[in-house]
């Protein structure tokens, strides 16, 4: 089994910082895509940001130039550095990783359970 942790949510005011971290545990052989996806209640899951296991990232326009993406491959870690935060960045953040759990297994998304963001305008 492989289990995701997210810390580092809580209440901000606008133009503040959040530091979100996701650490993944259990059997895994090998992660290679990494990430965040957020959620408003009453509406879909939006696509966040993206890093690949050699540190490639790619983010959300709504996004770009106040976020940064990066990861710890020896400790399976993501980070998402908020800055600049807005009220409309106010969601549940959720961590996925793409892992295969050994050598010959195909590569399967797992998530975590979330963690609350609150921006206060």
């Known amino acids: 089994q492989v289990q995701l942790v997210e810390s580092g949510g809580g209440l901000v005011q606008a133009g503040g910082s959040l530091r979100l971290s996701c650490a993944a545990s259990g059997s895994i052989f090998s992660i290679n895509t990494m990430g965040w996806y957020r959620q408003v209640p009453g509406k879909q899951r939006e696509w966040v940001a993206s890093i690949s296991r050699g540190s490639s990232t790619n983010l959300a326009d709504s996004v770009k130039g106040r976020f940064t993406l990066s990861r710890d491959n020896a400790k399976n870690t993501v980070y998402l550095q908020m800055n600049s935060l807005k009220p409309e960045d106010t969601a549940v953040y959720y961590c996925?990783?793409?892992?295969?759990?050994?050598?010959?297994?195909?590569?399967?998304?797992?998530w975590g359970q979330g963690t609350q963001v609150t921006v206060s305008s």
């Open positions: 996925h990783a793409n892992v295969a759990i050994d050598r010959g297994s195909y590569f399967r998304t797992y």
